[in-house]
């Protein structure tokens, strides 16, 4: 998806494998709980980064500021080397997508008309709704399997279709990067696993993805990246074949286990005792 | 997107968009908003001409529209033009601006019951009426800007208590219940402690009523809905994406807060406009824009068909208010009683929903 995007706001730090996003020494938190009293992070160009932790670590308060939900009291996040709270809203949404934890689909509409309301950081008042969203639309839909049922009222999906219908939204914005809220949780174990292939599939299209993952398994699994969490800060990054370790697992987690080989993909499979 | 897909998806995926284009939107389903709300609009054109043959000086509607177009200016021209346009202009109008003020509440707080004079709008303007009424004496012009400061200052008090690191639809609901039912035991209590005369009048006024309406005193409202026009258009696609949750707003470039206090705004200025001239007209807020919805089945509640059924709303029940019962009443006690049981419908169905 990034290679027929032109890259406008690319001064230089964007080069592949450079931090296409990443957040600079800063304090997260809200009101006065401090969750992140400076957390430098980075999101790879090209990588599919996966936020691991235990519960209230503060993973998902990383990826809200990283997705401008958030804004830091102190340091920056940064887009390309650019503050993304320095930037008009619309511009960083063309670039950074998200899929948050929690959405909501306003009552009786249906799937297409879901899909299609991704597209409004693409459209002004005097352009609404051109070739170019209809067809960003019927792509995503096509994507995500729903084409067939783009005529269908949201509330009618079954909990998988429905995750789906948010992800085509967050599809059809086009964004070069798709950051992730725990996108799996209430689904079952199939839906989860195919949910994760698509974005696997997008990651090798060329989409840069950064995700929050509740599962060690998947996240060892998809990630190219890791960024492991405890207690608001960053206790390791790196490939998971590198970062997984029994005593990391057991020093953040506060798990007994052992780490096998994937008997599928070779990569670490952490194994609770 | 070709990749692992493979050439052949790549092909397909032009053919798809197309292919898609047409069974999965089917016209009917499509136009139907359009359709609904062309066929709203009409109505209240047939509606108006109806109106303006009701009184005193019966006329068919087809007298009523020669008398309109009519340039010998007789006395059916008079009493067509000048006795019963203003009051019909000012229904429909009135109707649609409280139609529109009901809809963007109700779509940004996510909830039926989230209509302005729910949220205490109403009973705050008619507190500062009363105020301006048995207090100052005031006049006409000294009630509507008691009403309008009354009312914006309501808004004002309930946005803020209900903000905190941004302002959530169910609590602006919550406390805009609380403030008004604070504010009306304040509105008793200026009644009671006034004259008897004083305590009418200010009643009449707090009912809601057309009939007091003249055209000089409706204009300056009606330019302001017409100069507010374009404000709810620029309003329109935000708060679409509001509706999504403000994660979502947010991700999409919305500047969420913003928006929400512009919605807010552009919602009180409507109602505003209308209650200083007429007085708290309840439930049009309320009902119009879920009826809109039913009839045009479109996603979330309809901003632009919520105008032509609050517009033909108001002008029904000003037209039983003048004519059906045995004395005129002010056409907010029609739109109280109308209105109730609709409240009432719309509650029990839920609950129901909810069980």
Not at chain 1, 37 to 61: D, H, L, M, Q, Y
Not at chain 1, 132 to 156: I, N, T
Not at chain 1, 231 to 258: M, Q, S, Y
Not at chain 2, 325 to 344: E, I, K, N
């Amino acid at each position: 998806m990034t290679g027929d995007t032109p890259d406008a706001s690319g001064p230089p730090g964007a080069h592949a494998g450079g931090a296409r996003l990443e957040t600079v020494d800063a304090r997260l938190g809200y009101d006065a709980r401090v969750v992140s009293a400076g957390i430098s992070a980075r999101v790879r160009e090209g990588s599919f980064t996966v936020i691991v932790g235990p519960n209230a670590c503060g993973k998902s308060t990383l990826l809200r500021a990283l997705s401008r939900l958030l804004e830091p009291a102190s340091g920056a996040v940064l887009l390309d080397g650019r503050d993304i709270f320095r930037q008009p809203p619309k511009v960083v949404a063309r670039e950074v997508g998200l899929l948050p934890q929690a959405s909501t689909a306003p009552d009786g509409i249906v799937v297409a008309d879901l899909v299609a309301r991704g597209r409004y950081p693409h459209q002004g008042l005097f352009r609404s709704s051109g070739a170019e969203d209809r067809a960003a639309v019927a792509e995503a839909l096509e994507v995500v399997g729903l084409a067939d049922l783009a005529a269908r009222p949201v509330a009618e999906l079954s909990g998988g279709q429905r995750q789906r219908a948010f992800v085509a939204m967050a599809l059809a914005q086009r964004t070069p990067v798709l950051l992730l809220d725990e996108p799996t949780t209430f689904l079952d174990i199939a839906h989860q696993v195919e949910l994760l292939d698509l974005f696997a599939r997008l990651h090798r299209e060329g989409t840069t993805i950064a995700a929050v993952l509740h599962d060690l398994n998947q996240a060892a699994r998809y990630a190219t990246d890791l960024v492991v969490m405890k207690a608001g800060a960053i206790v390791a990054t790196g490939a998971p074949a590198d970062v997984l370790t029994e005593e990391l697992v057991h020093d953040v987690f506060g798990l007994a286990c052992v780490v096998v080989p994937d008997p599928i993909t070779g990569g670490p499979l952490v194994v609770p005792r | 997107m070709p990749d692992d897909a493979g050439r052949d998806d790549a092909v397909n995926a032009g053919t798809a968009s197309v292919a898609l284009a047409r069974p999965a939107f089917p016209m009917r389903e499509r136009m139907r908003p359009v359709a609904a709300t062309t066929l709203l609009a009409l109505l209240c054109g047939v509606a108006a001409v109806v109106a303006l043959g009701i009184g005193d000086l019966p006329l068919s509607p087809a007298e009523v529209v020669r008398a309109a177009f009519a340039t010998d200016g007789g006395f059916a021209t008079t009493v067509v033009l000048e006795w019963r346009l203003p009051r019909v202009a000012v229904a429909l109008a009135f109707g649609a601006a409280l139609a529109v003020s009901g809809a963007l509440f109700q779509s940004l707080t996510a909830n039926p019951l989230g209509s302005p004079d729910v949220i205490g709008f109403a009973t705050g303007s008619y507190t500062g009426a009363l105020i301006a009424i048995t207090v100052a004496g005031a006049s006409f012009a000294g009630t509507a800007a008691g009403a309008l400061i009354g009312g914006l200052g309501t808004a004002l008090a309930v946005y803020l208590l209900a903000y905190r690191r941004g302002v959530q639809g169910f609590r602006l609901i919550v406390v805009g219940i609380g403030v008004t039912a604070m504010l009306s035991s304040v509105n008793t209590w200026l009644l009671l402690r006034s004259d008897t005369e004083v305590a009418m009048e200010a009643s009449i006024w707090g009912a809601g009523s057309l009939a007091l309406v003249d055209g000089a005193q409706a204009l300056p409202a009606l330019v302001g809905l017409v100069l507010l026009v374009p404000v709810i258009v620029l309003l329109a696609r935000p708060l679409r994406q509001l509706e999504l949750g403000d994660d979502a707003a947010r991700a999409h470039g919305v500047r969420v807060e913003p928006a929400r206090l512009a919605v807010v705004a552009g919602g009180v200025a409507l109602i505003a406009l209308v209650t200083a001239v007429a007085g708290p007209i309840a439930f049009v807020a309320l009902a119009a824009p879920q009826i809109a919805k039913r009839l045009t089945r479109s996603a979330g509640v309809p901003l632009l068909a919520s105008a032509p059924t609050g517009a033909l709303l108001l002008l029904g029940a000003d037209l039983v208010a003048q004519h059906v019962l045995p004395t005129p009443v002010p056409v907010g006690v029609v739109t109280v009683v109308g209105g109730g049981a609709y409240l009432l419908a719309l509650l029990v169905h839920e609950a129901r929903r909810r069980l």
